[in-house]
């Protein structure tokens, strides 16, 4: 376990893991290799499995996976069976590349839509999304409805969203409205009546950027957080 942050793992390796991103993303994925790279994106996501997740061997989905940092650097993904899936091709030649570093071993991935790849029922008995339901493309609600059926009764799904309550800041500050929003009274209800108890439920302020601290940490004055970290347990319907 890391002092940097409860949850996080293999924190040697980050050298080199943005090494291999920034040789290999092409140019118009290129500028993102710092963000990928960046461990603080998944300080409330370690935090999160380090208190809640405690069994190994457990089957996860990790939905719009990117370069793979959930698999490599979250402690409590190691040992599981994890399907890694993204839409995105150029993330596709990392999955070769960092098992030949040793990594993923227990991981298999698939360059596919949410939307559209079918799995069995109740596969999973754990389903991430991670950093995709501010994409304008996804609908929070249409994605859990669709995933509810992949995940195991008693499963949990962690998802992480932007707050709508918060927009008027970007709006004050000229910031174009670049992310899908949600409120959070919303995102509770749509919740429980999808058959989830939520579990945990944070805000979540992770990011290399000073500017972006500083603002996350007025809003905390506030008592709000522009982003939200959130894990349930799938009761059923």
């Known amino acids: 376990m890391s002092s940097e942050a409860p949850g996080l793992h293999n924190l040697g390796y ?6 291999i991103l920034a040789e290999n993303l092409p140019p118009s994925f290129a500028q993102f290799a710092d ?4 461990t603080q994106r998944l300080h409330t996501l370690a935090a999160m499995f380090d208190r809640h997740l405690k069994s190994k061997d457990l089957h996860v989905l990790n939905v719009g996976s990117g370069p793979f940092a959930t ?4 402690e409590a993904m190691q040992g599981q069976m994890i399907t890694a ?3 995105t091709p150029e ?3 990392f999955y070769t590349l960092f098992q030949q570093d040793g990594h993923l071993k227990t991981t298999r991935f698939l360059q596919a839509d949410i ?3 079918e799995f069995a029922p109740a596969s999973f008995d754990l389903i991430i999304l991670h950093d995709i339901l501010y994409e304008k493309a996804l609908d929070m609600n249409a994605v859990i409805t669709r995933l509810g059926t992949y995940l195991k009764p008693g499963g949990l799904v962690f998802l992480d969203f932007v707050n709508l309550r918060t927009g008027w800041v970007w709006t004050m500050l000229g910031k174009p409205n670049r992310f899908r929003r ?3 009274r919303n995102v509770r209800r749509f919740l429980e009546q999808a058959g989830f108890d939520v579990i945990d439920w944070r805000p979540t302020h992770g990011s290399k950027s000073i500017s972006a601290r500083t603002l996350h940490a007025t809003l905390r004055l506030f008592g709000a957080s522009n982003n939200y970290a959130v ?3 799938y009761k059923g319907r």
């Open 115 to 117: 939307m559209t790849q």
């Open 231 to 233: 894990l349930a347990r």
């Open 91 to 93: 993330f596709a030649p």
């Open 85 to 87: 899936l993204d839409y």
């Open 71 to 74: 698999e490599i650097f979250i």
């Open 182 to 184: 949600y409120d959070p």
């Open 14 to 19: 980050v050298q080199r893991y943005e090494r």
């Open 35 to 38: 963000f990928f790279a960046g």
